[in-house]
């Protein structure tokens, strides 16, 4: 992939369109079948984005390509790490909110803030030299 041939905010919304549909797919074709109910249909969505969000920084920053040079077990572990974070936090936080009648999409927007700052945090915790100046 040639990070020429899209600006940084291209290449994000290409990967959380993708993993949008991923997602979307996730959830019908085998988490609603099997009982999920649909109030819970953004944790696997904020779950699958999250390290997109988290990635793509890393992957286009030319001061963080030393990341990849780590060996593949660890960049495994730091996925499961963010995927972990991002579904844990979103789901306490639906979970915490969901019966207090507030519409979907504040749901949704408070479960994403929760989930993804738990995700970054976890990558942050284990890759800290990532992100020193």
Do not use: C
């Amino acid at each position: 992939m040639d990070k020429e041939r899209l600006p940084r905010w291209g290449w994000l919304l290409v990967g959380l369109f993708a993993m949008s549909i991923v997602a979307q797919l996730l959830n019908q074709l085998v988490l609603f079948p099997i009982g999920l109910p649909e109030v819970y249909q953004s944790i696997t969505v904020i779950t699958l984005m999250s390290p997109v969000l988290i990635y793509v920084g890393v992957w286009y920053d030319e001061d963080r390509q030393h990341y990849w040079d780590q060996p593949q077990e660890r960049m495994v572990a730091d996925l499961a790490f963010v995927l972990a974070g991002a579904a844990l936090g979103s789901s306490i936080a639906l979970v915490a909110i969901v019966d207090f009648g507030l519409p979907q999409i504040v749901q949704d927007i408070v479960a994403m803030a929760v989930g993804f700052m738990l995700s970054w945090g976890l990558f942050w915790w284990r890759n800290p030299d990532i992100y020193l100046e």
